[in-house]
Structures are given as structure tokens and as C-alpha cells.
């Protein structure tokens, strides 16, 4: 069950955020200081993704714009419902990319980028909670909760009412099994490559993901004019 679908709000929230200049400004200063590549890498097929984390090692500036289009996004979608504030997801998304760029000197391919992705994604986020305690505040409003003006308002009511609820559900989750469900159907990841991000074995995650879809299918499915 799919619970979040791709919307234009969300790209839109991105494309205005100043993490893509700055990112991009550190990665064009990062390779300034390296010594310029004799060829350049053709992409004639859809290269996976640590295969583009290693040509960006080598310098290749191309391969790490493609895997930033490639996870944007979701990385920062994921961060949102996780810190429920927009100031603090786009610090900690901006820190995350930072800390992907620092790394490439070292990356090894020893498990799926994304695993490596959202491992940092999730330790910045509980350096960012040690930090500070904006995410306990009360909560920004999800971009999703805003109504489509191409739809019907009978259309807008039915949809802003399921969005509601389960935007709510997911802010009275458990931290731990918000996690798991935010990794699960935000990133796409497996259950191994969850266990692998959070620290925890794979029967926790598992339990965790289904506790967590349990209460937000309960949630949706309350019927109307219910509190």
C-alpha cells in the first residue's frame, strides 16, 4: 500500500531550496583543487548508483548531478516528515550532501548507495535532535496537506481529510517506527537495508514496519466525522 505519491508541490519545494546552489557550489570548489580528468566518462546506459558515486570520486561532476537528481527528493521527504520543520529538514539535507561529498575520497561500494545515503541521513538526524529540540515544536504543515487546485471540491475535501489523517498519524508515531516507515516508503528501502540504516536487527524492523502501517491504515480508514 502506498501511502505518499510524488507530487509537483514537493518538486517544487525542492527546486526553491538553496541546498541545490550550495551543495553544487562545494562540489565545483571541491573539484577545483583536483587535477582536471583526460576523458570524460560516457553515460550511454542508466548507470546504478555506485557506479555514479565512483566516477564523481574520480572527478567526474556529471555522475554526482545525476545521483543528486536521482535522490533529492525523496532524501528530503524523508527528512521533512522526520523533523516535521522545513527550516531544520533543509539543514539537515544540506549537512547530508556535505557529508556524501566529503566522503567520496574514500567510498567503497560495499553495500547499495542508498543504504550509504540514508545511514548518514539518519545519524545527522539524531546529531541534529542532540543539537537542538526545534523538532519537538509544534509541527510545519506538510506540503502534501495543501489542496490541488485541479481538483473538484468535493475532490479537494475527501483527499485534504485522508491527507490529514494520516499526516497526523504519522506525527504520533513512535520515533522508531516512524523511522522504519519513512525509510520503507519514502527511500524504497528493503527491510535488510533499513536494519543496516537504524542499527537494528531484522525482526525490530519488521515489527516496527508493521506496527507502524497498522495504526496508519486504522487512521485512514476511520470513517468520516470521526476526531
Known amino acids: 500500500m502506498c501511502f505518499f505519491q510524488p ?57 554526482f548531478e545525476l545521483l543528486y537528481e536521482r535522490h533529492n527528493d525523496a532524501l528530503y521527504r524523508y527528512l521533512f516528515r522526520r523533523c516535521q520543520h522545513r527550516d531544520a529538514a533543509e539543514d539537515i539535507f544540506q549537512e547530508v550532501w556535505g557529508k556524501i561529498i566529503k566522503a567520496r575520497e574514500n567510498y567503497r561500494p560495499t553495500a547499495k548507495f542508498t543504504t550509504f545515503l540514508y545511514r548518514v541521513a539518519h545519524n545527522c538526524f539524531i546529531d541534529h535532535v542532540r543539537r537542538n529540540k526545534r523538532h519537538t515544536q509544534v509541527a510545519d504543515v506538510d506540503p502534501d496537506n495543501q489542496p490541488d487546485p485541479a481538483d473538484l471540491p468535493e475532490m479537494q475535501t475527501e483527499r485534504s481529510l485522508a491527507r490529514h489523517r494520516l499526516i497526523e498519524a504519522l506525527r504520533q508515531l513512535p520515533d522508531e517506527q516512524r523511522d522504519v516507515f519513512l525509510l520503507r516508503e519514502e527511500a524504497g528501502l528493503s527491510l535488510d537495508q533499513i536494519a543496516a540504516v537504524t542499527g537494528a536487527n531484522r525482526e525490530t524492523t519488521k515489527s516496527r514496519l508493521r506496527y507502524a502501517t497498522n495504526k496508519l491504515r486504522t487512521a485512514i480508514d476511520e470513517p468520516v466525522g470521526t476526531p
Open 7 to 63: 507530487v509537483r508541490r514537493w518538486q517544487r519545494v525542492c527546486n526553491h531550496m538553496v541546498a541545490n546552489v550550495q551543495i553544487l557550489a562545494r562540489v565545483d570548489l571541491a573539484l577545483s583543487r583536483r587535477t582536471e580528468l583526460a576523458y570524460a566518462p560516457t553515460m550511454d546506459k542508466v548507470p546504478e548508483d555506485s557506479a555514479l558515486m565512483l566516477r564523481y570520486r574520480d572527478g567526474d561532476v556529471a555522475a
